[in-house]
């Protein structure tokens, strides 16, 4: 009896740590992408042309350039203008000339870059997905909370008023407070950037809304049927821990699946053509004079920490069910 209580005070801390480094997760870069050719010299360009994905956006990932490089340095002198004040090395030196130093943005570089050869606008990709990321990280926290929480009543109460707490944060947030609209209408402008055909972008947008509608009422359906499931079954609750483990996973398959779209849907408006490719998921690759690198970032790594755990969570969590159901079958 001993044994189990310190493999339940185990497992409890192995789930709580996977909650704490997804809940991380959700606000980190979860992969990097940067490209390199002759025009972008590493002076001006020290990362190349370089973005971060996250869960619900992709952010820029270029470093702002210091005083002592050649970008640096004409920023300096336009700060040093005649319509500005100007910086003194002797009676300034303890002053940071780096201080405001600002960094190219590379996803408007990258989304020029890609327009050349008919690629759609960054912002067009993952629609659906991107904008209700953190409700189904919200369904991955309740499982969690509910898999440390002892069987019987009190784990169907944490996960049905968990869920029922997620779906109406869901619904409000999309529906009540316009939010999913507001985000149709600033995806159809992404993709109107260099293709400007109203008719086909609005059924574009259309089509955001229907599969968001599909995909939060197919979320609510899950809940419904883990909580069905974790009542009626009780292996059940392996699941609470299986599915978010797989968080990896996920990341990489829709990482990957993206990819693909993007380089097999290019449009006419590319000034040179390109035949379908599909660009470099892992590693490192040679798109025309472009050399383009892709790894996973540092918000991976937390992914990996919630694997882990879950993973070690739930063998133990196996292994006790399976000693409770040989012990009754003595």
């Given at each position: 009896m001993q044994d189990q209580?310190?493999?339940n005070r185990l497992i409890t801390v192995l789930t709580l740590v996977a909650l704490v480094a997804m809940i991380s997760a959700f606000f980190a870069p979860i992969w990097w992408v940067s490209l390199t050719a002759p025009n972008y010299p590493?002076?001006?360009?020290?990362d190349?042309?370089?973005i971060h994905f996250h869960f619900d956006v992709v952010k820029n990932g270029c470093s702002a350039v210091g005083a002592s490089t050649r970008m640096g340095s004409e920023t300096m002198q336009a700060d040093m203008g005649p319509e500005s004040e100007r910086y003194n090395p002797i009676l300034d030196a303890k002053k940071d000339v780096n201080k405001d130093a600002a960094g190219l943005d590379?996803?408007?570089e990258m989304n020029t870059i890609n327009h050349y050869v008919g690629m759609f606008p960054i912002a067009t990709g993952a629609p659906v997905e991107k904008p209700l990321a953190k409700f189904f990280f919200g369904f991955f926290a309740v499982m969690l909370l509910g898999f440390i929480t002892p069987e019987g009543k009190r784990r169907l109460l944490v996960l049905s008023s968990g869920f029922s707490a997620v779906a109406v944060w869901m619904l409000v947030h999309q529906f009540a407070l316009g939010h999913l609209a507001e985000h149709v209408k600033n995806y159809t402008a992404e993709a109107a950037t260099f293709f400007n055909e109203p008719a086909r972008i609005k059924v574009w947008g259309d089509n955001v809304t229907l599969y968001s509608q599909i995909a939060m009422g197919g979320l609510i359906a899950a809940m419904v049927a883990v909580v069905i499931g974790v009542a009626k079954f009780r292996r059940?609750?392996?699941l609470l821990v299986l599915i978010p483990s797989l968080l990896p996973?996920?990341?990489?398959?829709e990482y990957a699946g993206w990819l693909w779209f993007f380089g097999h849907n290019m449009h006419a408006w590319g000034a040179f053509t390109v035949k379908p490719f599909m660009?470099?998921?892992?590693?490192?690759?040679?798109?025309a004079q472009f050399s383009t690198y892709s790894y996973p970032y540092w918000g991976y790594g937390l992914l990996m920490?919630?694997?882990v755990c879950l993973t070690l969570a739930m063998l133990m969590r196996r292994r006790q069910l399976r000693e409770a159901d040989q012990g009754l079958g003595a």
């Amino acid at each position: 009896m001993q044994d189990q209580t310190k493999q339940n005070r185990l497992i409890t801390v192995l789930t709580l740590v996977a909650l704490v480094a997804m809940i991380s997760a959700f606000f980190a870069p979860i992969w990097w992408v940067s490209l390199t050719a002759p025009n972008y010299p590493k002076d001006a360009f020290p990362d190349g042309i370089r973005i971060h994905f996250h869960f619900d956006v992709v952010k820029n990932g270029c470093s702002a350039v210091g005083a002592s490089t050649r970008m640096g340095s004409e920023t300096m002198q336009a700060d040093m203008g005649p319509e500005s004040e100007r910086y003194n090395p002797i009676l300034d030196a303890k002053k940071d000339v780096n201080k405001d130093a600002a960094g190219l943005d590379c996803v408007h570089e990258m989304n020029t870059i890609n327009h050349y050869v008919g690629m759609f606008p960054i912002a067009t990709g993952a629609p659906v997905e991107k904008p209700l990321a953190k409700f189904f990280f919200g369904f991955f926290a309740v499982m969690l909370l509910g898999f440390i929480t002892p069987e019987g009543k009190r784990r169907l109460l944490v996960l049905s008023s968990g869920f029922s707490a997620v779906a109406v944060w869901m619904l409000v947030h999309q529906f009540a407070l316009g939010h999913l609209a507001e985000h149709v209408k600033n995806y159809t402008a992404e993709a109107a950037t260099f293709f400007n055909e109203p008719a086909r972008i609005k059924v574009w947008g259309d089509n955001v809304t229907l599969y968001s509608q599909i995909a939060m009422g197919g979320l609510i359906a899950a809940m419904v049927a883990v909580v069905i499931g974790v009542a009626k079954f009780r292996r059940f609750v392996l699941l609470l821990v299986l599915i978010p483990s797989l968080l990896p996973l996920y990341f990489v398959i829709e990482y990957a699946g993206w990819l693909w779209f993007f380089g097999h849907n290019m449009h006419a408006w590319g000034a040179f053509t390109v035949k379908p490719f599909m660009p470099t998921l892992f590693g490192e690759g040679k798109v025309a004079q472009f050399s383009t690198y892709s790894y996973p970032y540092w918000g991976y790594g937390l992914l990996m920490v919630v694997f882990v755990c879950l993973t070690l969570a739930m063998l133990m969590r196996r292994r006790q069910l399976r000693e409770a159901d040989q012990g009754l079958g003595a």
